[in-house]
């Protein structure tokens, strides 16, 4: 499975997720006690969804993709960049959550229900499949550097004189 697929799939389990995190926290939320038993546990459930969503697809797969879509010289920027913004987004989702969940309640998953579909859509109408590209690249630098030799033979080393020796 390609990793755009991949990506994609688990954004989508993870959507699903929030969506069912919405509703089954209004309705334990507008039942009584006995009867918001099941609720619960249907949450629990859809939080066991959630992890299996991010940690199998969503989590690591997002810091490889931004190293495949830039040149080698900028990976580096570009996954810094990428693990930046993550950070300043869990870090204003996390500041943000329990006093909206306070106002608002079970509404306030919205807070992730929301931008993950809007990024599952931007994502399936721009991202590239990376699977096959990285290959070719991976075959263009091996030539790039067979031709690169300039004329120096495989296993060279300068000993302490200065002589280079061939072995």
């Known amino acids: 499975m390609g990793r755009r697929k991949l990506l994609l799939s688990t954004l989508v389990l993870c959507a699903i997720a929030d969506y069912l995190f919405i509703l089954f926290s209004l309705i334990s939320q507008g039942s009584v006690s006995s009867e918001a038993q099941w609720s619960s546990?249907?949450?629990?459930?859809?939080?066991?969804?959630?992890?299996?969503?991010?940690?199998?697809?969503?989590?690591?797969?997002?810091?490889?993709?931004?190293?495949?879509?830039?040149?080698?010289?900028?990976?580096?920027?570009?996954?810094?960049?990428?693990?930046?913004?993550?950070?300043?987004?869990?870090?204003?989702?996390?500041l943000l959550f329990y006093p909206l969940n306070q106002a608002i309640g079970g509404w306030a998953y919205s807070l992730f229900a929301v931008p993950t579909t809007f990024f599952v859509i931007f994502l399936y109408l721009t991202l590239p499949e990376t699977k096959t590209t990285l290959c070719l690249e991976i075959v263009m630098d091996d030539e790039q550097l067979l031709g690169a030799n300039d004329g120096l033979k495989y296993g060279t080393f300068n000993d302490l004189t200065g002589r280079q020796k061939v072995y």
């Open 41 to 94: 546990f249907a949450f629990a459930i859809s939080f066991f969804l959630y992890g299996v969503g991010y940690n199998l697809g969503t989590g690591p797969v997002a810091y490889f993709i931004p190293g495949e879509l830039v040149p080698p010289e900028a990976t580096s920027a570009s996954l810094g960049m990428a693990v930046a913004v993550n950070w300043i987004c869990t870090m204003i989702t996390t």
